[in-house]
């Protein structure tokens, strides 16, 4: 048995994982979990990265003797670095205002259609061109010699070592996901100065070792070498995805909710680009074909505005409530933001003219059909979109442990849904980890390694498809 240390760096928490590998097994145990609560302070909403790099340490001590170290996290934010190396300032995070109505700005210099057809990236407002793009006359930006993203930045924290993983790279619509390499094109249209970036890695690829007094720090004995991996935790999470056959979708659900597909080049149409989907890079040099959906944030705020109410009780009550009563767009740009969610959702199903729901067991019936349908609408674009049909969808993530929210996505989409691993992402660090040290094999094996291996729930459509046509109606008038 071979033992590797997952760092798993979600929106609203961190986890470090326990992973063991050996001749057909894999097991999975947590070490430590701590909250990643972002700061207001005056000039914006930033993450507390000094308490997140914390709660890793914590966590490597907690994890003990390890093979190997990999971190996983969020895509898009970063921080800056001086030429010193110290960082400068806490990294904006991306529900920040800062990126408001930037991106109408960088569309004058380099349109909409021009940027999709070198990135292949969908517009989020907060994808890393934008948030550079709003930071150009900053002070910060001005004295800045390195970026690094969040999961690279803490590599180099532990390692000493600055390098910037090829998965996380494609989120920050700078990379042309053909040749897999930066697009230095649009970045000089642009004014962004790519050698503010380490240089490119890929997963599986070296990152250093524990430095000596992140050793003295966590007790641990080295050297220690730290992995990369698919550091976009999405990126990670499909690797672990325990798919057996071809013809598969995946929906990566937590904070947010990624729904596509696994294809072999990207989907660079301008069709593709009005759909809004996103051309992002996995293992293998494998795309990852995705819509991103607001998911479980929905609910997490919410149930944050309610006090944090019992939730296998509010979910009970969900599912007494009359079915697809109201829905909303669960990708809509007006829930981005914290705060007042109840009242958000209420007023757009008043503007709907649907009815609005009025207690929280309601809200959250009208949040999972929401969600629901948006998967539906997800995954019926991507295989059109890419000529590429599935007769399964796995869901992985956090979302797994809502039982409604899958079957409510089974019958939404009329295809089986198979629920399982809920730590998708900190199985598929591992197994990168495992693969570098030779451990395992292709991505077939690993994803059947995973299905052999963790607990998993199939739930099969029921209902009448064609209530799910009529609530799409509602939203979207066909």
Known sequence: ??????????????????????????????????????????????????????????????????????????????????????????????????????????????????????????????????????????????????????PDLLTYWLTGEAGTELTNASTTQLIDPRTRDWSYDIAQRLGIDLGLFAPLRRPGDPAGVLRPEVLAETGLTGPVPVTTVGSHDTASAVVAVPAVRERFAYICTGTWSLAGLELDAPVLTEASRLAN???????????????NIMGLWLL?????????????????????????????????????????????????????????????????????DSL??????????????????????????GGTRNALLCQLTADACGLPVVAGPAEAAALGNVLVQARAGGLVGDRAAMRELVARTQPLERYEPRGDPARWHAAEARLTGR
């Open 1 to 150: 048995m071979h033992t590797y240390a997952a760092v798993d760096l979600g929106a609203s928490s961190g986890r470090v994982m326990v992973g063991r590998v050996g001749p057909g097994s894999l097991d999975l145990t947590e070490a430590h979990r701590f909250p990643n609560r972002p700061v207001r302070v005056p000039e914006g909403l930033r993450w507390d990265i000094l308490a997140l790099y914390a709660g890793v340490l914590d966590g490597l001590r907690a994890a003990g003797r390890v093979d190997s170290v990999g971190i996983d996290s969020w895509a898009v934010d970063h921080g800056l670095l001086d030429a010193d190396g110290a960082l400068l300032g806490n990294p904006v995070h991306y529900r920040d205002a800062r990126t408001e109505g930037i991106a109408e700005q960088v569309w004058a210099t380099v349109p909409a259609a021009e940027l999709y057809a070198a990135t292949g990236l969908q517009y989020a407002p907060f994808n890393t061109l934008y948030q550079l793009a709003a930071a150009r006359s900053s002070a910060q930006l001005a004295h800045a010699e390195r970026l690094l993203l969040v």
């Open 277 to 291: 989907f996103t051309n992002e890079l996995g293992l293998d040099d494998t795309v990852r074909y995705l819509r």
């Open 300 to 368: 997490q705020e919410c149930v944050r505005e309610w006090g944090d109410p019992d939730l296998p009780q509010l979910l009970s009550a969900a599912a007494e409530q009359p079915p697809l009563r109201s829905v909303v767009d669960a990708g809509d740009a007006a829930f981005l933001a914290p705060g007042r969610m109840p009242q958000r959702i209420a007023d757009a199903c008043r503007a709907l003219g649907q009815p609005v729901p009025d207690s929280p067991a309601g809200i959250t019936r009208c949040i999972l």
């Open 372 to 397: 629901a349908l948006a998967h539906r609408r997800a995954l019926a674009e991507a295989q059109s979109l890419a000529d590429h049909p599935v007769d399964v969808v796995h869901i992985v993530g």
